[in-house]
């Protein structure tokens, strides 16, 4: 954006905060959308197209940032108890609304529609965005359910070990037949991640617990055979009992994602909307500094279409679970 547009984003923002100041936006997403439509015609202009293409990595740059923004809290139920940077979290919601309805689960992050990406000391090696010295591997976004969002949106309010996202497209998935169509059949079980706060816990001492959760049986890959979607995430995704060819192709799918993926370095005041049909994403390693300094975003999931997700909800909710 230029800073014309970052300082007319900056204003739809401060008059939103004026009027509403209790920060609710699981109350309120509509009324955010409807903000949304005072941004600046080419910022929606360029997201409209981007989401007709389908492109599958989108990345605004140039977002207003607290000049005075406080240091990056220990854990999200830190930031969640101060309130820390909802000015960020609103521009991350008027941006994203563009693209798609804001949602989130129950079982995360106490329900929040925006969470915070933050190390946590004790929480290093975990398998969640807590951890900083454990790879992220590449993976869809809650990988385990059908109403999965759209899109992931990654907005860096810090990172200064310029510590970079992990992205690889489904176009690099080029298996020969006949394990591709292994791929597009339903031979995968696909498990709520540890971010999901579900029970069995599923620790590296315990990893058979992952067997006992509520999962879903269906395909890696889906969709328009020439052009398909992707759904895998190798820590959460294993092959139905016994099916070794199934097996192998998710193997092979894995190996492929991992030699084509590339280094997305965000900077502070940039967000990047990754499609989660199409691609796939993860974190490097990083040392936490615990000092107020560290890496910090705002992450939350879009779907295209809100009602989609009511197939599996008892309620009409922006909250799964
Ligand atoms: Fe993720």
């Known amino acids: ?44 202009r360029f997201l409209v197209a981007s989401r007709g293409a389908e492109d599958a990595v989108i990345v605004v740059a140039n977002l207003p940032l607290d000049e005075n923004l406080v240091p990056t809290p220990p854990s999200w139920q830190v930031a969640e108890k101060e ?25 995360q992050q106490n329900g929040r529609l925006v969470h915070d ?38 907005m860096c309010l810090r990172n200064p070990d310029v510590v970079g996202t992990t992205v690889a497209l489904v176009e690099s998935v080029d298996i020969a037949e ?26 590296a001492e315990n990893p058979s617990a992952l067997e006992e959760r509520p999962h879903e049986v269906a395909s890696v890959l889906f969709g328009p055979e020439e052009t398909p979607y992707l759904r895998i995430d190798a820590d959460f995704t294993s092959p139905v009992p ?18 084509a993926a590339e280094r997305v370095v965000l900077s502070p005041g940039e967000a990047v909307f990754i499609d989660n049909y199409r ?16 890496r910090w975003l705002k992450r939350t999931s879009l779907v295209r279409d809100l009602r989609r997700t009511y197939v599996r909800t008892k309620s009409r909710s922006r909250l799964l679970g």
């Not at 800073?3 to 309120?28: I, M, Q």
């Not at 059908?146 to 992931?152: I, K, P």
């Open 83 to 107: 309130g820390a940077a909802i000015r960020e979290e609103l521009v991350l919601l008027l941006i994203g609304s563009v693209l798609g309805d804001p949602f989130g689960w129950v079982n």
């Open 242 to 259: 016994g099916d070794a060819e199934a097996e192998r192709a998710m193997n092979q799918a894995v190996d492929q994602l991992a030699v």
């Open 117 to 154: 990406v933050c190390p946590s000391k004790g929480h290093e090696n975990s398998l969640t965005s807590a951890s900083s010295q454990q790879q992220l591997t590449l993976h869809t976004e809650d990988v385990f359910h059908s109403c999965r969002g759209d899109y992931v949106a990654l």
């Open 279 to 294: 691609a796939v994403h993860g974190r490097d390693t990083f040392t936490p500094r615990y000092d107020g300094t560290d």
């Open 1 to 44: 954006m230029s800073d014309d547009e970052k300082n007319e984003l900056a204003r739809v923002a401060d008059e939103y905060l004026a009027a509403h100041p209790v920060w609710a936006p699981l109350d309120d997403a509509d009324g955010i959308r409807l903000e949304a439509e005072r941004l600046p015609e080419g910022v929606r």
């Open 178 to 203: 006949p394990m591709r169509q292994v791929l597009h059949q339903d031979r995968f079980r696909f498990f709520p991640d540890d971010s999901h706060n579900v029970v069995p816990q599923h620790t």
